[in-house]
């Protein structure tokens, strides 16, 4: 299974320029090569207190007869497409769906077999207004010996009242019995440590990305029988052995602040005395409106996605500890993120056109 985003909510267009200049919606590059690069960058709003960026980036040749179009046929085979018959109708529904770009907001559905129309598109007919289903997939990158995920847009809807706001992922997670970490499970959150599979380059391939999560009970009543029997099967699905397992799993993204509840923890040492004088109570002290606390990206575990091959739950890989760490990404890498996006779209060999 591929690693998945549907994100839906409120458009956000980002104004302004980045510290290079360039504009931090919509943008393009050119580096003096045969490629001229194109990129889009807008935030999808389930809430007002949370977010997700999502992006895109795409090359167009400067000489269109030198460079086809890579893709793959309704069958998934090896397809080629000239540059000028890319919007022809009858080489648009023989490509894949899957590699199809496809969008209604302009009130009809567009579909593009590149992302650099695509791109084009969107940065002319997307408006801030507009309440979206965002669908892509979900990329790791390395960047300066951090790991960010990187959501690349390929459908965009407008949402339909059946939607509901939120932002969710589906990813393939690689675990062990070491990845369970029950520090605080007194706050009923139990952290995790599982890795996903990326492609890096043509020299690297594939790697293992370690990921942290978390399984959030803390809003959980476990008095109500059917609430702890759900948190009890998730765990369940999250124990594994000495070798590592595989499995799907849906996953909440939460990159803002969360409502907190006031308590006394929050009084100063002044309120807590007027407090213990009684002539004055903790609703005295309450602020007005809605209290947020800390910013902060977290990857809340919500279900295994127990379909396909992952029907009777996890896969055992049979890789013990040393044999999964041969291909774990080594963070002290350091890599240019635009430079990876941009290699990416600006292929040289056969081999990176359809990894």
């Given at each position: 299974?591929?690693?998945?985003?549907?994100?839906?909510?409120?458009?956000?267009?980002?104004?302004?320029?980045?510290?290079?200049?360039?504009?931090?919606?919509?943008?393009?590059?050119?580096?003096?090569?045969?490629?001229?690069?194109?990129?889009?960058?807008?935030?999808?709003?389930?809430?007002?207190?949370?977010?997700?960026?999502?992006?895109?980036?795409?090359?167009?040749?400067?000489?269109?007869?030198?460079?086809?179009?890579?893709?793959?046929?309704?069958?998934?085979?090896?397809?080629?497409?000239?540059?000028?018959?890319?919007?022809?109708?009858?080489?648009?529904?023989?490509?894949?769906?899957?590699?199809?770009?496809?969008?209604?907001?302009?009130?009809?559905?567009?579909?593009?077999?590149?992302?650099?129309?695509?791109?084009?598109?969107?940065?002319?007919?997307?408006?801030?207004?507009?309440?979206?289903?965002?669908?892509?997939?979900?990329?790791?990158?390395?960047?300066?010996?951090?790991?960010?995920?990187?959501?690349?847009?390929?459908?965009?809807?407008?949402?339909?009242?059946?939607?509901?706001?939120?932002?969710?992922?589906?990813?393939?997670?690689?675990?062990?019995?070491?990845?369970?970490?029950?520090?605080?499970?007194?706050?009923?959150?139990?952290?995790?440590?599982?890795?996903?599979?990326?492609?890096?380059?043509?020299?690297?391939?594939?790697?293992?990305?370690?990921?942290?999560?978390?399984?959030?009970?803390?809003?959980?009543?476990?008095?109500?029988?059917?609430?702890?029997?759900?948190?009890?099967?998730?765990?369940?699905?999250?124990?594994?052995?000495?070798?590592?397992?595989?499995?799907?799993?849906?996953?909440?993204?939460?990159?803002?602040?969360?409502?907190?509840?006031?308590?006394?923890?929050?009084?100063?040492?002044?309120?807590?005395?007027?407090?213990?004088?009684?002539?004055?109570?903790?609703?005295?002290?309450?602020?007005?409106?809605?209290?947020?606390?800390?910013?902060?990206?977290?990857?809340?575990?919500?279900?295994?996605?127990?379909?396909?091959?992952?029907?009777?739950?996890?896969?055992?890989t049979e890789m013990n500890s040393d044999d999964f760490a041969k291909n774990i990404l080594m963070l002290?890498?350091?890599?240019?993120?635009?430079?990876?996006?941009?290699?990416?779209?600006?292929?040289?060999?056969?081999?990176?056109?359809?990894?």
């Amino acid at each position: 299974m591929a690693n998945t985003f549907q994100f839906v909510g409120d458009v956000t267009i980002p104004k302004g320029q980045d510290r290079n200049g360039n504009s931090r919606f919509s943008t393009t590059y050119d580096k003096g090569g045969d490629w001229v690069t194109r990129r889009i960058n807008f935030l999808i709003k389930p809430s007002k207190n949370d977010g997700q960026f999502v992006s895109l980036t795409g090359a167009k040749p400067k000489n269109e007869a030198t460079f086809p179009i890579m893709t793959f046929d309704s069958n998934f085979e090896k397809m080629s497409v000239k540059w000028q018959d890319r919007f022809n109708q009858d080489v648009i529904n023989n490509v894949s769906y899957a590699r199809r770009y496809m969008t209604n907001i302009g009130g009809e559905t567009e579909t593009f077999i590149h992302a650099y129309d695509f791109i084009e598109y969107l940065t002319s007919n997307l408006k801030a207004s507009q309440r979206l289903n965002v669908q892509g997939t979900v990329n790791f990158r390395l960047y300066q010996g951090k790991i960010s995920e990187e959501f690349q847009i390929q459908k965009v809807w407008l949402a339909k009242e059946e939607n509901k706001n939120g932002t969710f992922i589906d990813l393939d997670l690689f675990y062990n019995k070491d990845s369970i970490d029950k520090t605080r499970i007194d706050e009923k959150i139990i952290d995790f440590r599982a890795y996903v599979t990326q492609y890096i380059d043509k020299a690297v391939k594939n790697k293992y990305i370690p990921i942290s999560l978390v399984l959030d009970g803390s809003k959980i009543s476990f008095s109500n029988e059917n609430q702890k029997k759900i948190w009890d099967s998730r765990v369940k699905y999250l124990t594994a052995g000495d070798t590592y397992v595989q499995l799907g799993w849906h996953i909440k993204v939460f990159s803002g602040a969360e409502e907190v509840e006031f308590d006394e923890s929050m009084l100063t040492d002044a309120q807590k005395e007027e407090i213990k004088l009684c002539v004055a109570t903790i609703d005295n002290f309450r602020p007005s409106g809605t209290m947020f606390g800390k910013n902060k990206t977290e990857f809340k575990l919500v279900s295994p996605n127990l379909r396909y091959k992952y029907k009777d739950g996890a896969i055992n890989t049979e890789m013990n500890s040393d044999d999964f760490a041969k291909n774990i990404l080594m963070l002290s890498t350091s890599v240019n993120l635009m430079d990876m996006m941009t290699e990416e779209v600006l292929p040289n060999e056969d081999e990176d056109l359809f990894n």
